[in-house]
């Protein structure tokens, strides 16, 4: 009868601890689905900037193109004079202004789009974490599962050992301390 008492005792201990791995898969997987949310949402935000950057870029080079025919023209025309030469420096100088203003809306546009490309890699690596987590805490699940069942304490003994690995991952989906 002893016996039979310190096996249901034992037996108390697989159920506390398969109900934690439980919870803490259930958290894992809401947290890593936030996680991968967060992650495809920035990527889409980022491939927006950076095809803002590449119009801004295109402008510019476009109105570099004209700055540079003007001061082909310039040139030409400098040698006979007359009023072209000043509408042309005019227009040049409108040119190299949008130039400028390009190159700062760029660097504006550049931070913001590295700024998403960090939080893409940021949410990415919490959701591995709770990834890893999941698939550790579910095993320890299955272990003391089985282990309930067959009576074998050594098999729990090992469900907890991967569960406390699995603990230890879940921890690093909050904190990425590795």
Known sequence: MAEEEKKEKWLGWVAVTTIIFAVCATLATFKGGQH????????????????YYQAKD???????????????ELWD?????????RVARDKQAAYAAKIAKYETQKAEIKRQAEALDAAIAEAQAHSAAFGLAIIFLQIAILLSSVAA?????????GGVTVGVVGMFC???GFFLFL
């Open 36 to 51: 991968s949310t967060r992650a495809v949402l920035s990527q889409a935000k980022a491939t927006n900037q950076w095809a």
């Open 58 to 72: 295109l402008k510019q080079y476009l109105h570099e193109l004209q700055r540079d025919n003007l001061d082909l």
């Open 149 to 157: 069942l067959m009576r074998l304490k050594s098999v729990w003994l």
């Open 170 to 172: 879940f921890a690093n």
């Open 77 to 85: 025309a400098g040698r006979s004079g007359g009023g072209f030469a």
